[in-house]
Nanobody
Framework: QVQLVESGGGLVQAGGSLRLSCAASGRTFSSTAMAWFRQPPGKEREFVAHISWSGRFTYYADSVKGRFTISRDNAKNTVYLQMNSLKPEDTAVYYC????????????????WGQGTQVTVSS
């Protein structure tokens, strides 16, 4: 099994930056692809970024490409989401997910989920 705990969310002004962390534990972590999703208020959960088990491949939603960077440090059992040039549209609860089976951009493809961390971007 894998357990995921997100942190690093908060309130930031438009144009600012935040760095989210997802602390993972479990025997299969080092060989598990992971992703970040987000759920804006009143909307469906949507894909943000994905990183392969090795870190060799990364994928981003068009809405965050060029602004967000996903990375992982397996020695620390942690996945990160560096968010720069934040916009009010980025306001959402951000979730990390692990162990993909299927399309990397679908919520139904992931076996494990964290509890979420709130990111609020003000104008």
């Amino acid at each position: 099994q894998v357990q995921l705990v997100e942190s690093g969310g908060g309130l930031v002004q438009a144009g600012g930056s935040l760095r989210l962390s997802c602390a993972a534990s479990g025997r299969t972590f080092s060989s598990t692809a992971m992703a970040w999703f987000r759920q804006p208020p009143g909307k469906e959960r949507e894909f943000v970024a994905h990183i392969s088990w090795s870190g060799r491949f990364t994928y981003y939603a068009d809405s965050v490409k060029g602004r967000f960077t996903i990375s992982r440090d397996n020695a620390k059992n942690t996945v990160y989401l560096q968010m720069n040039s934040l916009k009010p549209e980025d306001t959402a609860v951000y979730y990390c997910a692990a162990d993909v089976s299927g399309s990397y951009d679908l919520t139904s493809s992931y076996r494990y989920w964290g509890q979420g961390t709130q990111v609020t971007v003000s104008s």
